[in-house]
């Protein structure tokens, strides 16, 4: 959030404070509501009420309300100055949950202004008189960040400075500033076992905490950084802070390992977004010494307060004018001609720009996917599939763009990979608590020290453990399926390090999630529906009670209910979970995990997440809290909104993405999925509804009309031609200009440039969209190709990417551009002697492939070579998807109508040869499947008649699928082909 409206929130958030403490009673004495006037009498209670009793009642209840949100907001705003948590006030959470958002939002008031970060500001330890000892310090890795450690056990002796507790100091936010990384606040513990207990603690103001030295290093040395501006480039900042614009590769190669606010880094020297963290280089004298010149000190960073999330340092900011889209795309070009552009198809992503995690994004276009799979499948030649429009499309773009389904098999594969370990050891799961997924490993924190097999390491005493990126745990050869061992873990957010953070809800019992009723209700639904879609749950049930009564009608995930109240619900649970914890005893086994790993008591073994919304009494947040924290644990989960029954909570607060998870106080971006998403996901889904289809269906020839109508039915008069489309995908034999091909692999040919091969694959998807998307203005090409930077200003990128482009595909013979510049607002496009495979499929086909002629077919059948853009990188051509759905289902169609015109003719090798194109790009299409069983039945080819219905049964039972009714009755015809069926007599 910008320094003003975080100011705008804090003024409002004070007056609201003032107009309840001070205003309230005011106006409750102006209108006569004394509370030490004469009270109601006994008198008063046994005569006919005149109105004075109802309104005595009124003010005794606006007394009491004033009396109770004064105090919660008394022990918010002491809470905050002792820089301690607030306690819990019992029956008031409601109240204080809005008392500590508006205490909170003042707070961040006096912190933007200045006051507060001044008062709290630690002495600088370049200032402190140190007192250096030496000290055996365990270097655990905490949480896992980014720095790397040979060896975890091993023992360093280390400098150490002290350090003196501010108000609103914590572990986490002193660790953050003095040590780089929040996640090294154990060695703070670590050091200061005697003062804190060993455990990770509130922090008095005043204490003296020892703190490892800083590096010996001059501060002069020290990187600046510069936040980015719309309008800037590397090229413009190199200018502005080196003194010239050829040095901007210093800066990419310095910011590439910095994280930024959306959780990618910088990859490409032409990509940048506005708000991202560019570090700019020491400069050095000839001699090599550091030079501090025009290097402005970097400001330190706010003091975090205990409620809020910790603040991002304020960082300097480099403005300047905006570009020329003329002088960018010149200055550019030169700039950056001779530089490899690595690809950022791969970047880490943690998140979409608007919250939703790359894990939720992966499963929902996954079940997306499988439905679409299944309605090009059922779907009759000549219907087709619907598609999204407006918002829901965007989404899917978006989706599509965060999606990292490799992340998504990484935790798969390495919590099943280790429970396999366990489970050849003889040995229980480990009691997991929460897990971390970064770019570079997996990490594990246990509940308790354990041992873990190789090639697990050991980053914390036992109680932390790292999985290396590539690792496989899993023989690829062995038998059986493993059972999901942690079924209950789902992903809570994201931390500052762009690492996914996971809580297995099995562990912890219960979390809460705090804040206003929007932020609880995004948060709320983003867990919901990745517990629904999670690949690594082979089965659980989600209760929800309150929201989200309309998930289950639309997912049909056989995962989720809904219940109206939660009073039944308690009580089912309540016996469920005596019954699987006696079950457990019988069987001799500690616990759930135990139970698990020696595939004992199954039915135990699903777990309940029970998701409340509504209301909650005292009794039942009593019985709730019990439930979930009862030992020994069994498959019973809550999340709640609003309030908290045990220990773990993500705590937001109004006005800002960020969060803090209690009880470690760890800052994070939790995932979102807001109303408005959440409505176009669910209508994303229903749209993929198999049974959604549009048009009607052709009807298929049967056995007796085939026989009936055909010309030789014991012969092909094709001779040794099949009649088979000659596939080569290119239209004329010379290309007298560049052509691009995406019904296959997408490719762009006879371009008469050069392009760099680190650039091709970004330049050849705008190539593919400008070649499906004549004219297209400059919006629709920045939400197509990056649809998650809608809000950003795209003009660098898409200038420098269209200059390249326009060299790539060159010039005719008469010296212009086959990309056209200067088009005077008519949209990019290529000029009309650039042809497309898919501008010719359109010619031939016009939209409707069962009434082509049968020349056309042929010849469109012709430009197929593969599925539709087949090849390209999972997370490119987001666009592409209506477009590769409309074609899949035209192609299928046109291979059936070719193939049912061969039979009708009694063409049967043709037949064949024309039906393989359509099963190329859609193998499960069983319409098809029935058309090629047909013509190898009448060409009297056994063999290819059997082969043919030995693959389609092997592709149902891989699917799950049963035979369609059609199907079934054209096997039956030919197991009976010695008299006339009901087919063959209607036939006749």
């Not at 490993?441 to 999985?467: Q, S, T, V």
Request: aromatic content about 4%; proline content about 7%.
């Amino acid at each position: 959030m910008n320094a003003l409206r975080r100011r705008l929130l804090g003024l409002a958030a004070l007056a609201a404070i003032l107009a309840i403490v001070v205003g309230l009673p005011i106006v409750l004495l102006a209108v006569g509501a004394n509370p030490f006037a004469e009270g109601v009498s006994w008198t008063d209670l046994n005569r006919p009420d005149d109105g004075s009793l109802a309104l005595a009642v009124i003010k005794m209840i606006a007394w009491i309300a004033w009396v109770i949100l004064t105090v919660a907001l008394l022990v918010e705003v002491f809470a905050q100055l002792r820089g301690i948590r607030a306690p819990r006030l019992p029956g008031l959470a409601v109240p204080q949950g809005w008392a500590q958002g508006l205490v909170g939002a003042a707070v961040a008031l006096f912190a933007a202004a200045g006051p507060v970060a001044s008062s709290a500001t630690a002495v600088p330890l370049a200032t402190v008189e140190p007192a250096v000892v030496g000290a055996d310090i365990d270097r655990s890795a905490a949480t896992g960040s980014a720095r790397s450690q040979s060896d975890a056990k091993e023992r360093a002796e280390t400098a150490t400075v002290a350090y003196r507790v501010q108000p609103n100091d914590s572990l986490w936010a002193i660790a953050e500033k003095h040590l780089g990384d929040g996640h090294r606040y154990t060695e703070l513990v670590d050091l200061n076992a005697d003062l804190l207990g060993g455990k990770a603690d509130f922090l008095e103001p005043g204490w003296v905490l020892t703190l490892p030295a800083a590096p010996e290093s001059p501060a002069a040395t020290s990187p600046r950084t510069v936040t980015v501006q719309p309008g800037d480039s590397l090229s413009s900042i190199a200018a502005a802070e080196l003194g010239d614009s050829q040095r901007y590769r210093e800066i990419f190669d310095a910011s590439t390992s910095v994280v930024q606010p959306d959780g990618t880094r910088l990859n490409d020297p032409d990509l940048i977004h506005p708000g991202w963290t560019l570090v700019i280089p020491t400069e050095t004298k000839d001699g090599g010494e550091p030079v501090s010149a025009q290097a402005p000190e970097k400001p330190q960073p706010e003091a975090p307060v205990a409620a809020q999330p910790t603040p991002e340092p304020a960082l300097p900011v480099v403005t300047g004018d905006a570009q020329d889209p003329e002088a960018v795309e010149a200055g550019q070009a030169s700039a950056i001609d001779d530089v490899d552009e690595p690809e950022s198809d791969d970047t880490w992503r943690v998140a979409t720009g608007s919250g939703i995690g790359s894990i939720l994004a992966a499963a929902a276009i996954a079940v997306v996917a499988r439905r679409r799979g299944t309605q090009q499948r059922r779907r009759r030649p000549g219907q087709s599939i619907p598609m999204p429009e407006g918002s829901a499309a965007d989404l899917e773009q978006e989706l599509r763009m965060a999606a990292d389904e490799l992340a998504v098999q990484t935790v798969d594969d390495a919590l099943r990979g280790l429970a396999r370990q366990c489970s050849d050891a003889g040995e229980p799961l480990p009691g997991v608590r929460a897990v971390r997924l970064t770019v570079d490993r997996f990490e594990l924190y246990l509940e308790e020290p354990e041992r873990l097999p190789a090639p697990w390491r050991d980053l914390g005493d036992g109680a932390i453990w790292a999985l290396d990126a590539g690792t496989a745990l899993t023989p690829m050869d062995s038998d059986g399926v493993i059972p999901a061992p942690y079924p209950a873990l789902v992903t809570i957010g994201h931390d500052d390090d762009a690492g996914h953070i996971f809580l297995n809800l099995e562990r912890i019992g219960s979390l809460g999630v705090t804040g206003t009723e929007a932020d609880a209700r995004a948060i709320i639904a983003a867990l919901t529906l990745e517990l629904a879609t999670s690949v690594w749950a082979d089965d659980l049930q989600v209760t929800v009670v309150g929201w989200f009564s309309d998930v289950e009608g639309v997912l049909r995930s056989g995962r989720i209910r809904w219940v109206p109240t939660i009073d039944r619900l308690l009580d089912q649970l309540g016996e469920r979970a005596d019954v699987d914890r006696q079950a457990i005893a019988d069987a001799g086994v500690r616990d759930l995990s135990a139970a698990r790993a020696a595939g004992l008591v199954p039915d135990a073994w699903t777990p309940e997440i029970v998701v409340v919304a509504d209301f909650m009494t005292e009794t039942q947040k009593s019985a709730l809290a019990t439930l979930t924290a009862q030992g020994p644990r069994v498959a019973i989960a809550a999340i709640t909104s609003g309030v908290s029954v045990g220990q773990w909570t993500v705590r937001t607060s109004p006005g800002t993405t960020r969060a803090t998870l209690d009880p470690i106080d760890m800052p994070l971006t939790p995932q979102r999925l807001a109303l408005e998403q959440y409505d176009d996901l669910l209508g994303l889904v229903a749209l993929a509804d198999p049974s959604d289809l549009h048009g009607d269906g052709d009807l298929e020839p049967s056995v007796a009309q085939v026989e009936a109508l055909a010309h030789m039915p014991a012969s092909d008069p094709d001779g040794d031609d099949d009649g088979a489309p000659d596939r080569d995908g290119t239209a004329p034999a010379t290309l007298s200009a560049p052509r691009l091909v995406v019904l296959g692999p997408v490719d762009l040919i006879g371009a008469a440039g050069t392009v760099e091969d680190s650039r091709k694959a970004r330049l050849l998807e705008l190539a593919a969209y400008l070649a499906l998307h004549p004219n297209a203005t400059a919006p629709a090409i920045d939400d197509a190709l990056w649809p998650d930077r809608r809000s950003e200003d795209n003009l660098n990128t898409r200038n420098t990417a269209t200059s390249k482009l326009r060299r790539w595909v060159g010039q005719d013979e008469a010296g212009l551009d086959y990309l056209p510049r200067h088009t005077g607002g008519s949209g990019y496009g290529f000029a009309e002697d650039v042809t497309s495979d898919v501008g010719d499929w359109d010619a031939l086909i016009a939209g409707d492939p069962l009434n082509a002629s049968t020349e056309h077919l042929d010849a469109a059948l012709q430009l197929v070579r593969g599925f539709p853009f087949e090849g390209t990188h999972r997370r490119r051509y987001a666009w592409s998807e209506p477009i590769r759905q409309r074609l899949v289902s035209e192609i299928v169609d046109a291979s059936y109508a070719l193939t049912k015109h061969r039979l009708m003719e009694g063409r049967w090798r043709a037949a064949e040869a024309a039906v393989v194109v359509g099963l190329l790009v859609d193998p499960a299409q069983e319409a098809l499947w029935r058309l090629r069983i047909l013509a190898a039945h009448e060409s009297r080819n056994p063999v290819a008649e059997a082969e043919a219905i030995d693959r389609l049964l092997a592709i149902t039972e891989a699917l799950d699928a049963d035979l369609e009714p059609e199907t079934e009755q054209l096997l039956a015809e030919l197991k009976s082909p010695g008299g006339p069926n009901k087919t063959q007599l209607r036939a006749l």
